[in-house]
């Protein structure tokens, strides 16, 4: 087994978070290091991977093939996409992807979670790797993540501003019991500064134009958050 370095291309989604068409043609070169050489075990009826893949070196180690499955060989530097989604991650640790970016439409406001996404996109972030499909002449495809899913984390539906309200009200609630009479002043202070801004949540959001999804996930940032570790203090917005 050989391991190997080599640039390969792969296309970005038209707007990530809003748009996961690839019409414009977006492109982003990255480099693969790994092994020069992948197996796939696919099942035969499925096409889908029975177990993980395996290497060159694990292939020749005489393990068994599942009964109803073939290998497929890919050739990490004519498909190093599918090597990097499939196979051992080593370049992502060495690149910079230390960048972030929010979706069009939304703003940084001051007091609330900011909503943006690390940059630069990585082929992890844009296909689903457990999602692989081989068909009977080994053509390789995976499915495109989802706006929902790169926004919320899983698929589903997109919140609206209803579920915003519902989120505030719950988080109204979690907080009731912080405000006691005894705490300190500056304390005090933060929390309700912070169950204020929960009660303008929606309306702040709404009167920005940020749309329903973002705004779900750019809550008031709760006092706890900004608790020292060390001497705990809290830092002000």
Not at 24 to 42: C, V
Not at 218 to 235: F, Q, T, V
Request: glycine share 6%; net charge negative.
């Amino acid at each position: 087994m050989a391991m190997i370095s080599v640039d390969y291309e792969y296309s970005l989604p038209n707007e990530y978070c809003v748009d996961h068409e690839f019409t414009k043609g977006l492109k982003r070169t990255a480099t693969y290091d790994g092994p020069d050489k992948l197996f796939l075990i696919i099942n035969n009826e499925t096409g889908r991977e029975e177990v993980g893949p395996i290497t060159e070196l694990e292939k020749a180690d005489g393990r068994p093939l599942p009964m109803g499955c073939r290998y497929v060989e890919i050739d990490c530097i004519t498909d190093s996409l599918v090597c990097q989604l499939r196979g051992p991650i080593i370049d992502e640790a060495e690149e910079d992807h230390t960048g972030s970016t929010m979706p069009p439409g939304v703003i940084e406001i001051e007091g609330y979670a900011k909503f943006e996404y690390q940059t630069p996109l990585l082929p992890r972030n844009i296909w689903d790797a457990t999602s692989l499909h081989c068909d009977e002449n080994d053509n390789i495809t995976f499915r495109v993540k989802t706006p929902t899913e790169a926004i919320m984390g899983v698929e589903g539906r997109l919140p609206t501003y209803d579920d915003v309200r519902s989120k505030r009200a719950q988080l109204m609630k979690n907080s009731d019991s912080e405000l006691v009479e005894d705490m300190p002043d500056d304390m005090k202070a933060l929390w309700k500064d912070y169950r204020q801004r929960l009660r303008d949540w929606p309306n702040v959001m709404e009167e920005a134009g940020i749309p329903a999804e973002f705004a779900y996930n750019m809550e008031p940032i709760d006092p706890a958050m900004l608790k020292d570790p060390i001497d705990g203090s809290y830092y002000q917005i």
